[in-house]
Each structure stands twice: as C-alpha cells, then as structure tokens.
C-alpha cells in the first residue's frame, strides 16, 4: 500500500476560521481545529512581517504544546495600506473607517504561516505569503450598502474577497487564497519540506 501524499495526511488546524477551514476542505486536507486563543496585540514597533510570523508561530506552538502528535498550523492575516496595518474591525465605525482607507487605492494582504510537528517542536517553519490587491473607488452608498450586509466583520481590512466584497476588488497581483486567509500552496511547500526532513510530518 502506497504512503499517503503530504496533503492526505491529517493536520491539526490551530485556528477557528471558517475560511481556513473551507480552503483546506476545498484541496481535500483533512485536519481538526483546536483553537491556540493567544494575546494577538501587536508589540510596539513590529513591522507587519514580524507580526503575522510571529503569530502563527505562537498559535502553532501553543497548540502543539496541548497535543502528543501531529502537524500544527498557525496562520494569521492582516491588511496593510500605506503605513497602517488592519485587523478585524472592532465595529461598524472601524470597519467604514478601514474602507474608506482601502478605496481605491492597492494595499497588501499578508498572511503568516507556521508548521510545528508536536512531537519534535524542533521541527517548526515559518514563512508568509503577501498578495497585492487594489480597491475600486467607493462611495459612501457603496460602503454603507456593504457594511449592512455584516461581511465586514471578523475579516482583516473589513473586506471578503470571496463574498459580495469581491464586486469592488479590481485587481490582484499574487495568490488569492492569501486573500481569503491561508495561502494554501505555501502550506503544502512547507509541509513537504518538514516531512523531507524527517521522513513524515503526521499521522494519517
């Protein structure tokens, strides 16, 4: 019987987002969620790189402590235009705040990603995908009209580009399951070279 291909073996999803999860159900990855729950403030100073890295390492990590075995993945998204990073919005006013930023301008969507194999925690890469995405202009119906369908919130940016927000995104230079929140081909790069290093990276 042949092994199992890297994208056949079961990962343990250290996220409760809905979107990481139904890119992973897209591609036929098995996995389960347990959810890492981390302090996910930004310290003083971190570029945008540092910060989404850093996060995914400590969700992966954090979850990998909790279990005997598997591959943990910790991922973590924001959006950055010019020289501000956006999150989730806190409310409505921060998500019509963070629209009006994003209209009509390009901005970044950077997605950090970790992989840690709970039973050798030595074991752990950490990379990022960033993925250019410009806006169309948007007016203040638009916005308004966007916000009350309540899409905006829980997202990075405010914004679903696999949902009604995709109606004002002009262009994308990159990968567009960053976009959405888990840029699925760097996971399997990463998945094949943790296994390449130690001749399996979790049980099926």
Avoid at 28 to 47: K, M, T, Y
């Amino acid at each position: 019987m042949s092994q199992p291909t890297i994208a056949q073996q079961k990962l343990i999803l250290a996220s409760s987002s809905p979107r990481r999860a139904e890119i992973l159900n897209s591609v036929g990855w098995p996995f389960e969620v347990a959810v890492a729950g981390i302090d996910e403030s930004r310290l003083e100073g971190e570029d945008p790189v540092t910060y989404v890295q850093r996060l995914a390492r400590s969700k992966a990590e954090t979850v990998a402590a909790r279990v005997e075995r598997g591959l943990v993945l910790g991922a973590d998204t924001t959006v950055v235009v010019g020289d501000e990073l956006l999150g989730q919005p806190g409310d409505e006013d921060d998500a019509q705040r963070m629209l009006k930023l994003l209209s009509g301008k390009w901005h970044e969507v950077l997605t950090g990603v970790a992989l840690v194999v709970a039973e050798d925690r030595a074991r752990t890469l950490v990379d990022f995908e960033k993925t250019r995405v410009r806006f169309a202009e948007l007016s203040a119906t638009e916005i308004d009209w966007y916000l009350s369908t309540g899409e905006a919130m829980g997202k990075a940016g405010a914004y679903g580009i696999q949902g009604t927000a995709g109606i004002f995104i002009e262009e994308i230079q990159g990968d567009y399951f960053n976009i959405v929140g888990l840029p699925i081909r760097l996971v399997y790069k990463l998945a094949k070279r943790i296994d390449e290093s130690g001749g399996g990276c979790a049980p099926s």
